[in-house]
């Protein structure tokens, strides 16, 4: 299509006001506007054509005259305001390109919490950390993570772990954070842990990650498999040769074990003790089980290799155990985990002195 307003053209407006001719206008208008060679008072008269037409009431001409400005530049403000504000069809491309936005149109936008104008300005390009920031505060889930996809936007760590803060439990956040070329790593070992095993592989794959994580993020990956295979297993018999297999390949670790019954899974954690501390399983059961003897389970413990800075997991896993009578067959094991988490959250009130680092490492072993 020719991109000059010709006499034709305005003849047609002048004899049939049709909202096609209108469009077509408002489009070669708006090449006008962006041609280098255009005069002072061609601009003007352009701009008083736009204050026309973006209140005309057909959508299709302010749809035409969205289009055909999104990509200009220096338009004036009560333009811009009309065009933001009008219906979506018309602002959704003026705001996602329009690159002369000002901060105070963005949050504007943000402000008026319409989610498909907030995931507009969430895909500009080159957003600043401040905008990237406020949208994090402001905005719902789903505009956050069209956030994390925008690979120009500027992400610094404080506004990561703010969004971390505000959806902890959202795959979406994750794995949008998960395929985001890149991220800090204090913000992989925040997220790591709660992380599914296909996202821990992609963690891998797509960030340069130092040896501890990865490594961690391998022996993570390995054991919720290896607690997979043993909910699949129902007798004592199945239970011990899968602990006999694990404790053959030094794969018994002290991880995996506390894992498991942070899981409720207390068949394996009972098998598993009985090989690290060489004590016989009915001897095992005794002890675990006998609330007036606490100081046995801290001695079957620490033969067994179990980390003390383990204990109050296990300790908070077997009282939920304990309080609830949980079949681990009938049972939810992600919700029991829950419970345990809950546990050790108030475990420093009933008599043990646990700092956040502790708090958190624990809470990591079981998620």
């Given at each position: 299509?020719?991109?000059?307003?010709?006499?034709?053209?305005?003849?047609?407006?002048?004899?049939?006001?049709?909202?096609?001719?209108?469009?077509?206008?408002?489009?070669?208008?708006?090449?006008?506007?962006?041609?280098?060679?255009?005069t002072v008072r061609g601009h003007l008269l352009a701009e008083e054509i736009f204050r026309i037409l973006v209140n005309d009431v057909e959508t299709k001409v302010r749809e035409a005259l969205s289009d055909s400005l999104?990509?200009?530049?220096?338009?004036?403000?009560?333009?811009?305001?009309?065009?933001?504000?009008?219906?979506?069809?018309?602002?959704?491309?003026?705001?996602?390109?329009?690159?002369?936005?000002?901060q105070e149109d963005i949050i504007s936008i943000i402000d008026a919490q319409n989610i498909n104008k907030q995931k507009a300005v969430a895909m500009r390009k080159n957003l600043s950390d401040d905008i990237t920031q406020?949208?994090?505060?402001?905005?719902?889930?789903?505009?956050?993570?069209?956030?994390?996809?925008?690979?120009?936007a500027e992400i610094k760590e404080n506004t990561y772990n703010l969004i971390v803060d505000r959806f902890p439990e959202s795959e979406n956040i994750k794995k949008n954070m998960v395929y985001r070329s890149e991220l800090?790593?204090?913000?992989?070992?925040?997220?790591?842990?709660?992380?599914?095993?296909?996202?821990?592989?992609?963690?891998?794959?797509?960030?340069?990650?130092?040896?501890?994580?990865?490594?961690?993020?391998?022996?993570?990956?390995?054991?919720?498999?290896?607690?997979?295979?043993?909910?699949?297993?129902?007798?004592?018999?199945?239970?011990?040769?899968?602990?006999?297999?694990?404790?053959?390949?030094?794969?018994?670790?002290?991880?995996?074990?506390?894992?498991?019954?942070?899981?409720?899974?207390?068949?394996?954690?009972?098998?598993?003790?009985?090989?690290?501390?060489?004590?016989?399983?009915?001897?095992?059961?005794?002890?675990?089980?006998?609330?007036?003897?606490?100081?046995?389970?801290?001695?079957?413990?620490?033969?067994?290799?179990?980390?003390?800075?383990?204990?109050?997991?296990?300790?908070?896993?077997?009282?939920?155990?304990?309080?609830?009578?949980?079949?681990?067959?009938?049972?939810?094991?992600?919700?029991?985990?829950?419970?345990?988490?809950?546990?050790?959250?108030?475990?420093?009130?009933?008599?043990?002195?646990?700092?956040?680092?502790?708090?958190?490492?624990?809470?990591?072993?079981?998620?």
């Amino acid at each position: 299509m020719n991109s000059i307003l010709t006499k034709e053209d305005i003849s047609k407006l002048s004899q049939n006001l049709n909202a096609d001719n209108k469009a077509i206008a408002a489009q070669k208008v708006g090449a006008y506007y962006n041609d280098k060679n255009i005069t002072v008072r061609g601009h003007l008269l352009a701009e008083e054509i736009f204050r026309i037409l973006v209140n005309d009431v057909e959508t299709k001409v302010r749809e035409a005259l969205s289009d055909s400005l999104k990509n200009s530049r220096n338009i004036p403000s009560d333009i811009v305001k009309a065009l933001i504000n009008d219906t979506e069809s018309v602002s959704l491309p003026f705001i996602k390109y329009y690159s002369d936005l000002t901060q105070e149109d963005i949050i504007s936008i943000i402000d008026a919490q319409n989610i498909n104008k907030q995931k507009a300005v969430a895909m500009r390009k080159n957003l600043s950390d401040d905008i990237t920031q406020y949208i994090a505060e402001k905005c719902p889930e789903e505009v956050i993570g069209v956030l994390i996809s925008n690979e120009s936007a500027e992400i610094k760590e404080n506004t990561y772990n703010l969004i971390v803060d505000r959806f902890p439990e959202s795959e979406n956040i994750k794995k949008n954070m998960v395929y985001r070329s890149e991220l800090p790593v204090s913000i992989i070992e925040k997220i790591v842990h709660s992380l599914s095993e296909e996202l821990l592989r992609r963690l891998v794959f797509n960030h340069n990650l130092p040896n501890n994580i990865a490594s961690d993020i391998v022996e993570q990956v390995k054991e919720k498999a290896t607690l997979k295979i043993s909910e699949e297993y129902s007798s004592d018999k199945q239970i011990e040769e899968l602990i006999h297999q694990l404790y053959a390949s030094n794969r018994l670790t002290p991880t995996l074990v506390v894992r498991s019954i942070c899981m409720g899974d207390l068949k394996f954690f009972e098998y598993a003790l009985v090989y690290l501390s060489n004590t016989p399983i009915t001897e095992v059961r005794k002890i675990l089980f006998n609330t007036s003897m606490d100081f046995m389970i801290r001695n079957l413990l620490r033969k067994a290799y179990i980390p003390k800075a383990m204990f109050p997991a296990v300790f908070s896993a077997l009282k939920v155990i304990k309080d609830i009578r949980f079949d681990y067959k009938k049972n939810d094991s992600k919700a029991f985990a829950h419970k345990v988490i809950e546990r050790i959250l108030s475990y420093g009130s009933a008599g043990e002195d646990l700092n956040e680092e502790d708090v958190n490492y624990l809470i990591s072993k079981i998620s």
